[in-house]
């Protein structure tokens, strides 16, 4: 590639109400990223009237076909950021994988019968979860601790964007290093010293996203609502788009309840649009597909 292309973050919600024909063209002039995670929730989408796995497979394998990229989910970054001790390049693509899908070597619903597929839901399933319990420990020891602390985050704005940009001022003002480093296995990590030391590591942007969803259930359990271990679920399923955004430059979302205020306030210098209309030339490049 001559140029340095801009990637554009494909998520479920737009994948589903927008064309397969124009998605593919779509897909022939930008950078579009079919990512692992919109491969897991067509995976397991529960089927309904308005939903079938089977083609929303169908539809994600046709799309890599068209000239979208297959990129792999947070948990591969991050054990690759261990093991190098160095931030995840700028590039997402996994180019090998993307060939092997368009030339038919290799099917995304093969992954259903390995055990990759099998590997997948669990970090989604245990973070969830991990963030419920913490979220209702804290709520119960701030109850009977620092009530006024209660009060604080009950006063934090009802508007998820102005909610999540106060959260995400919180968590930036402090040092995650730590807290990068004990949130990931132990033996992945070459050097702790060296590891995550700044925003530019997808680890550390991991671990920012994940302590706003955690902030947000605070509010939630503050101001008399839940999330129950389903929706938690899949709010980490949408944070893992976002997370893209720390490399990529503009995400498609129709999700306005959480992936566009989380991306607005996680991201503002970067693209949140809400249909292939709405993306500028600038996104326009030659073709790259191999």
């Known amino acids: 590639m001559l140029t340095k292309p801009r990637q554009i973050v494909l998520d479920k919600s737009a994948f589903q109400g927008i064309r397969l024909d124009s998605l593919c063209s779509f897909a022939k002039q930008h950078l579009l990223l079919a990512s692992d995670s919109l491969f897991y929730e067509c995976a397991t989408a529960e089927k309904s009237e308005r939903q079938d796995p089977a083609d929303l497979l169908a539809k994600y ?138 925003p530019e590591w997808m680890t550390w942007q991991s671990r920012r996203l994940t302590d706003v969803i955690g902030g947000n259930y605070h509010y939630l359990r503050q101001t008399g609502g839940r999330r129950g271990e389903e929706g938690a679920e899949h709010d980490c399923q949408d944070m893992e788009y976002v997370l893209l955004l720390s490399r990529a430059d503009g995400i498609i979302t129709r999700d306005k309840k959480l992936v566009e205020p989380l991306a607005r306030a996680a991201f503002p210098e970067k693209d949140v649009f809400s249909c292939l209309k709405e993306v500028p030339e600038s996104y326009r490049c030659d073709s790259t597909n191999p």
């Open 61 to 198: 394998e046709c799309l890599i076909k068209g000239g979208a990229y297959y990129c792999s989910m947070s948990r591969r970054f991050v054990e690759w950021e261990c093991r190098h001790c160095r931030p995840y390049s700028w590039f997402l693509p996994d180019l090998a994988a993307t060939v092997q899908i368009r030339t038919g070597e290799k099917h995304p619903a093969d992954l259903l019968h390995s055990s990759t597929y099998g590997e997948m839901s669990q970090p989604h399933y245990k973070v969830a979860k991990a963030i419920l319990n913490v979220s209702e420990k804290v709520k119960n020891r701030i109850d009977i601790e620092d009530p006024l602390v209660g009060e604080a985050i009950r006063q934090l704005p009802s508007n998820r964007y102005e909610r999540f940009r106060i959260l995400f001022e919180s968590v930036d003002s402090s040092n995650l290093h730590q807290m990068c480093v004990d949130s990931v296995r132990c033996d992945w990590i070459k050097n702790e010293e060296q590891f995550c030391l700044s």
